[in-house]
């Protein structure tokens, strides 16, 4: 990497902890290769400091910030301007900064619907399992895709009901073990995940073409995705849905489209091993 000079610009992400986060790797690497003048760093911002900290970075030349946990939601308040995906889904994970004042962005949406494009599959209707935040993300994707209808399954069915709100075609089924048809299936809850139980369905009713997603990328095979392949489903991990709401980001912040390639998602998976 050059050493940064007087010209060099920065941008970041705002977390709470903020040190297992991949996004440096992911960003360093694109302006390294696009030979971008600029550094992307983690900051470590507690919770009660997001308001201080937006202020002054746009007036100390950042061009712009990822935020993750716990600050996605409470920026929506603390920011000059939120775009209407970002307004809908209830939640800013880019920040970009203009002339001294920021604009939200939610660029988790199209980093989904992007890495489920590696598959063909057909948008009668998909089923979303979980109902937190990153459901109202993958919920307001398929809908901007037009899918004629969108099913949310939840443990918590109230927490599923207020999905209606982002769409007519949502509906909402109970939790149950056996999962109804759909053309398309997204895991969306934290089961799967390293540490947590896994996500226990049958999946008799799927037709031959569904397309079996999840957006835990660690594992990057959940147990979801492996009984899914042995059965016959397509597959698509959680990696491109990262990979491509950091796209979408840094082509926001620099104006540069970064290339998702296979090599970069080694990487990132070797990097993860280390963090
Ligand atoms: P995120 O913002 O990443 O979506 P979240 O808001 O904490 O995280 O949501 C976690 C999701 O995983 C929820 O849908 C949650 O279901 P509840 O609304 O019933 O809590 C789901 N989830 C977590 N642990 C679960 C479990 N053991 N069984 C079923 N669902 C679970």
Same mark, same amino acid.
């Given at each position: 990497?050059?050493?940064?000079?007087?010209?060099?610009?920065?941008?970041?992400?705002?977390?709470?902890?903020?040190?297992?986060?991949?996004?440096?790797?992911?960003?360093?690497?694109?302006?390294?290769?696009?030979? #971008?003048?600029?550094?992307?760093?983690?900051?470590?911002?507690?919770?009660?400091?997001?308001?201080?900290?937006?202020?002054?970075?746009?007036?100390?030349?950042?061009?712009?910030?990822?935020?993750?946990?716990?600050?996605?939601?409470?920026?929506?308040?603390?920011?000059?301007?939120?775009?209407?995906?970002?307004?809908?889904?209830?939640?800013?994970?880019?920040?970009?900064?203009?002339?001294?004042?920021?604009?939200?962005?939610?660029?988790?949406?199209?980093?989904?619907?992007?890495?489920?494009?590696?598959?063909?599959?057909?948008?009668?209707?998909?089923?979303?399992?979980?109902?937190?935040?990153?459901?109202?993300? #993958?919920?307001?994707?398929?809908?901007?895709?037009?899918?004629?209808?969108?099913? #949310?399954?939840?443990?918590?069915?109230?927490?599923?009901?207020?999905?209606?709100?982002?769409?007519?075609?949502?509906?909402?089924?109970?939790?149950?073990? #056996?999962?109804?048809?759909?053309?398309?299936?997204?895991?969306?809850?934290?089961?799967?995940?390293?540490?947590?139980?896994?996500?226990?369905?049958?999946?008799?009713?799927?037709?031959?073409?569904?397309?079996?997603?999840?957006?835990?990328?660690?594992?990057?095979?959940?147990?979801?995705?492996?009984?899914?392949?042995?059965?016959?489903?397509?597959?698509?991990?959680?990696?491109?849905?990262?990979?491509?709401?950091?796209?979408?980001?840094?082509?926001?912040?620099?104006?540069?489209?970064?290339?998702?390639?296979?090599?970069?998602?080694?990487?990132?998976?070797?990097?993860?091993?280390?963090?």
């Amino acid at each position: 990497m050059k050493l940064p000079n007087g010209q060099t610009a920065f941008a970041g992400v705002l977390g709470w902890p903020v040190n297992h986060s991949l996004s440096p790797f992911i960003h360093n690497r694109w302006l390294e290769q696009n030979a #971008v003048n600029a550094l992307y760093l983690p900051f470590p911002v507690q919770p009660d400091a997001l308001g201080t900290v937006l202020l002054a970075l746009p007036k100390m030349g950042c061009a712009g910030v990822n935020l993750t946990i716990p600050h996605k939601e409470a920026a929506l308040d603390l920011l000059d301007g939120v775009d209407e995906t970002a307004r809908r889904i209830g939640a800013v994970n880019t920040v970009v900064m203009r002339d001294g004042k920021t604009y939200g962005h939610n660029t988790d949406a199209y980093g989904f619907i992007t890495s489920l494009k590696a598959a063909d599959y057909c948008k009668d209707n998909a089923l979303v399992i979980g109902a937190g935040g990153a459901a109202r993300a #993958v919920v307001t994707a398929l809908l901007q895709d037009g899918f004629a209808c969108v099913t #949310v399954m939840n443990r918590t069915r109230e927490k599923a009901e207020a999905l209606k709100s982002l769409g007519r075609a949502v509906e909402v089924v109970d939790w149950q073990p #056996v999962l109804p048809h759909a053309d398309v299936v997204v895991n969306v809850t934290s089961l799967g995940m390293h540490g947590q139980p896994e996500l226990s369905v049958d999946m008799k009713h799927l037709p031959p073409h569904a397309v079996v997603a999840d957006i835990v990328y660690a594992p990057l095979e959940t147990p979801l995705l492996v009984q899914a392949k042995a059965q016959g489903f397509k597959a698509i991990d959680g990696l491109g849905m990262l990979l491509f709401q950091a796209q979408a980001a840094f082509s926001l912040w620099f104006g540069i489209n970064p290339e998702v390639t296979d090599e970069l998602r080694q990487q990132v998976l070797k990097q993860r091993e280390g963090v």
